[in-house]
């Protein structure tokens, strides 16, 4: 278990989610924010570390587990998920905070930094790439493109009928093959399946693929390319430590080729024994790196 009690909290947008909320709230405050196909819990290991000198909120992001679940796929837009996160942070009082990603939260959280560096004071960003270079890998990058090819047959509406027929303890047997370390997911293995089988879950889990603006060419595509792809993009302007699981099979090295430009003040770390769930398969590694980046960059006043 994450050891920490969950609170259902109902944000001016419209969405009721569960977080689980940590430490001291006169702490300077952080955000967890998990990705596909997991929750809270993704930040297991991590929770505990920093509640003890941080105020930390990691919440089950709509769509997910217990959390509001939405029926449509425009319900799950890039920007309804960024005003979540900013409105969780309203209902604490946060004016700043550092802002924490992996996968799917990774790109709600690149977002926050691009567009709202008033709020956003400190990025991490574990396994989650810069949405111009991952948009531009999949035209220019064969393995990039054969790995996400994935997200194609997730968009597809059919998956979730797929899905009941076969059950969901089938399709988690299949859905991490290749991607994590078994022994550490097995301990996991019923919380996924609880959460999954939530009424709604898995169409919510999907819709965010559903919902995406990513362009995912097939393998045997050249679609136009799209212009913005090597237009000049604007650099994040706040702090960013990116912390990458080495061993990833669906986000390739090509992730981490051009971040300089993008990313001024940018520190990486790379961890050569996990995979893509870094956060859970390597969690002393990252919790040595988050907390020398964190006193390395201290909050500023204000």
Known sequence: MSGHPLQRIALSTGIALDVAVAGDPANPPMIFLHGFPESHRTWRHQLTEFARDHFVLAPDQRGYARSDKPPEVMDYT???LLADVLALADHFGMSRFTLVGHDWGGAVAWMGAITRADRVARLIILNSPHPLIFQRSLFDDVDQRRASQYITAFRNPSLEAHIARIGVEAYFNTTFVGHADPAKLAPERAAYIDQWSQPGALTGMFNWYRASRIIVPDMDESPPRPAFLDAPFAPVSVPV?????MGDTALKPCQLAGLAPLVPQLT???VADAGHFVPWEAPDAVNAAL???LADHPLADG
Request: aromatic share 14%.
């Open 241 to 245: 430590l990116v912390v990458w699981g």
């Open 268 to 270: 990486l770390v790379r």
């Open 78 to 80: 890039a920007g309804k």
């Open 291 to 293: 907390r020398a980046w």
